[in-house]
């Protein structure tokens, strides 16, 4: 009698298969990026002579300390901290309770709800209105220019949506029985078992919050404002625009060689950081929301 548990031939096959296209795909994701590192830590000749691949030639840290050197660096980089954190959580507290609306089949106007939410998926009202009604609205220059407009992702919006509706209903149920009050059936029953989707929507949000320039650079008007991918921005427009005026010619050469390296590295470097933490949350709070049954 053969075991169910017993791998069949054809199955141990197909994860053979498997993991061999995935470490393909792995080596091919990571080769650009650790090009990009190896560029980081180079020297200008041996850049602009194609010498560098996986490992760094020519040893030097000049765009680094230059860069690192900068106080406006350290000032957009607390900016982009601040609204990474703030618009994270304006994001995750109306999404999750947007979401779990629609998660509700008996509400009245649910269709619309979720029509007009998808609605802005495919339009926009353009780059014109909305800098004006985030002028109107007296919104320039604050973190709320930021935080308001991209409040909700409506892809982030209908994963939470099918995971709240995944939930057994009799729970909630009982809650209710018990005397919980709708928000205290969110906060005491269905968010601490939305871990897994909760850490997963953090991630998507605060990675793009955190990659987000093009905002900062319409709604803030003082260069203390912006965030530090505006920054590094402008250091790749000027190539050699972070030199300083007491940098020498060769340092001009040097950062113009690799500043795009270097800032692709500073830009990164936070966000796989914290990728490890909320890694094991990632699988599965995407599937969760995804699939039903």
């Known amino acids: 009698m053969v075991s169910v548990d017993r791998p069949t031939r054809g199955y141990r096959i197909f994860q053979g298969v498997?993991?061999?296209?995935?470490g393909l795909v792995v080596l091919v994701t990571l080769y650009p990026f650790a090009t990009i590192v190896a560029r980081s830590?180079?020297?200008?000749r041996q850049i602009r002579a194609g010498e560098v691949t996986?490992?760094?030639k020519g040893f030097d840290l000049t765009t680094y300390d230059i860069v690192l050197r900068d106080t406006m660096f350290w000032r957009n980089y607390g900016?982009?901290?601040?609204?990474?954190?703030?618009?994270?959580?304006?994001?995750?507290?109306?999404?999750?309770?947007?979401?779990?609306?629609?998660?509700k089949k008996n509400l009245k106007g649910r269709g619309v709800l979720v029509g007009v939410a998808v609605f802005t998926m495919f339009f926009s009202g353009g780059l014109i209105p909305h800098y004006v009604l985030i002028t109107s609205l007296g919104l320039k220059n604050s973190v709320?220019?930021?935080?308001?407009?991209?409040?909700?992702?409506?892809?982030?919006?209908?994963?939470m949506k099918a995971f709240f509706e995944s939930l057994p209903a009799e729970l909630e149920e009982a809650a209710e029985i018990d005397g919980l009050s709708t928000y205290g059936i969110l906060l005491r029953i269905v968010l601490p078992l939305s871990k897994a989707v909760i850490a997963t929507m953090v991630l998507f949000y605060s990675v793009s919050f955190w990659n987000s320039w093009f905002s900062a650079f319409l709604y803030m008007d003082s260069a203390d404002l912006m965030p530090v991918t505006v920054y590094l921005r402008n250091l790749i427009a000027g190539a050699?625009?972070?030199?300083?005026?007491?940098?020498?010619t060769e340092q001009g050469t040097q950062v113009?060689?690799?500043?795009q390296a270097v800032t692709i590295v500073l830009t990164s470097l936070p966000i796989l950081c914290v990728y490890p933490f909320v890694q094991r949350w990632f699988?599965?709070?995407v599937m969760l929301g995804a699939v039903k049954g």
């Open 54 to 56: 996986l490992w760094p």
């Open 18 to 22: 498997n993991g061999v296209i995935l």
């Open 256 to 259: 113009a060689a690799n500043i």
């Open 144 to 159: 709320w220019a930021i935080a308001l407009p991209n409040a909700i992702s409506v892809f982030n919006l209908l994963v």
């Open 283 to 285: 699988v599965s709070g």
């Open 79 to 103: 900016n982009t901290v601040l609204y990474t954190v703030v618009s994270t959580a304006v994001a995750m507290t109306l999404t999750t309770c947007y979401a779990y609306v629609l998660s």
């Open 41 to 44: 830590f180079s020297g200008e």
């Open 240 to 248: 050699t625009g972070a030199t300083g005026a007491g940098a020498t």
